[in-house]
Nanobody, 126 residues
Framework: QVQLRESGGGLVQPGGSLKLSCVAS????????MGWFRQAPGKEREFVAC?????????YAEESLKARFTVSRDNGKNTLFLQMNSLKPEDTAVYFC??????????????????WGQGTQVTVSS
């Protein structure tokens, strides 16, 4: 069993930055690839980015996100990060971290993830 807890969300102006964190507990964090998803009001949950268990490989949903977001992890601290720059109003959503059933990426489907956090709200607005 893995427990995941996100933090770092909040209200930010367009063009601003936020860094989300996800702390894992309960088993060896380094056993799992990790991912970030987001869900905007009235929309389905969508994949954002993922990183391999050893932290050496990353994958993003699209190039426009790759240009602004960076996923990383610190296995020594059982923590996953998502650095988000140049934020836009359309980035407004609840952001979830998740642990995959595998170690390698890409892992883009929600069904491939076995543990989920509760989510943290990100609001981009002036």
């Amino acid at each position: 069993q893995v427990q995941l807890r996100e933090s770092g969300g909040g209200l930010v102006q367009p063009g601003g930055s936020l860094k989300l964190s996800c702390v894992a507990s309960g088993r060896n964090f380094a056993d799992n690839a990790m991912g970030w998803f987001r869900q905007a009001p009235g929309k389905e949950r969508e994949f954002v980015a993922c990183i391999s268990a050893n932290g050496l490989s990353e994958f993003y949903a699209e190039e426009s996100l790759k240009a602004r977001f960076t996923v990383s992890r610190d296995n020594g601290k059982n923590t996953l990060f998502l650095q988000m720059n140049s934020l836009k109003p359309e980035d407004t959503a609840v952001y979830f971290c998740a642990a995959a059933a595998v170690q390698t990426v890409p892992v883009t489907r929600a069904a491939e993830y076995i543990y989920w956090g509760q989510g943290t709200q990100v609001t981009v607005s002036s």
